[in-house]
């Protein structure tokens, strides 16, 4: 049984859990891309690339600046976790070392899986499923379902929203305007 169907009834269980929300929320909204941790290191992309970025979700995702800016804006949302979900997908992939594929995978689980994380993305029962399965010997390809629902989701809902946003035009015009200047 979920801890948060428990405990739900007790007096002030709810209430602490939107205070911690909201709490959560105020530092998301008032942190800078620059003083996150975690974030890719990346050069200022390019006025090529930042037009790129419109022509497909899938060159602003090749990017680290591309994921940089979109991480920034998905904040703004309350929807960071599914970058970071995606990223460490992507940091999985790479690991070699049987110990480390499992470690990482039981952190990717417990940070963004299990229905008590705070960081928990949105996934469909057939692959929590799928998941819960494969956990029993984690391998770089465990979350590999689920990451394609985290990246086709941002990629319908969240890009036409981040096409339109203050963050990507403001950067578009800056970019635009110091390649007229050269």
């Known amino acids: 049984m979920c801890l948060r169907k428990r405990y739900s009834n007790t007096p002030n269980f709810n209430e602490k859990l939107k205070d911690e929300d909201d ?11 620059e003083t996150i941790p975690n974030c890719e290191p990346s050069a200022t992309p390019t006025a090529e690339e930042v037009r790129s970025w419109a022509q497909s979700f899938d060159k602003l995702m090749k990017t680290p600046s ?8 998905l904040r703004t949302e309350y929807s960071e976790e599914n970058m970071l979900f ?6 999985l992939k790479n690991e070699a070392n049987k110990s480390a594929i499992e470690e990482k995978a039981r952190m990717i689980y417990e940070d963004f899986i299990s229905i008590l994380s705070p960081k928990e993305v949105s996934l469909d029962s057939r692959v929590r499923d799928v998941i819960n399965k494969k956990m029993a010997e984690p ?6 379902d689920a990451q394609l629902q985290i990246y ?8 036409p929203r981040f096409l339109n946003s203050s963050i990507y035009k403001s950067l578009f015009q800056r970019s635009s305007s110091t390649s007229s200047e050269s």
Do not use: P
């Not at 709490?23 to 891309?33: A, E, F, M, P």
């Not at 591309?66 to 804006?73: A, D, I, Q």
């Not at 086709?152 to 890009?159: A, E, F, K, Q």
């Open 66 to 73: 591309g994921r940089n800016v979109f991480r920034e804006f």
């Open 86 to 91: 995606w990223l460490a997908c992507e940091d």
């Open 139 to 144: 391998s770089t390809q465990t979350f590999d």
């Open 23 to 33: 709490r959560r929320r105020k530092i998301s909204h008032d942190v800078k891309l």
């Open 152 to 159: 086709t989701l941002m990629h319908r809902d969240s890009y």
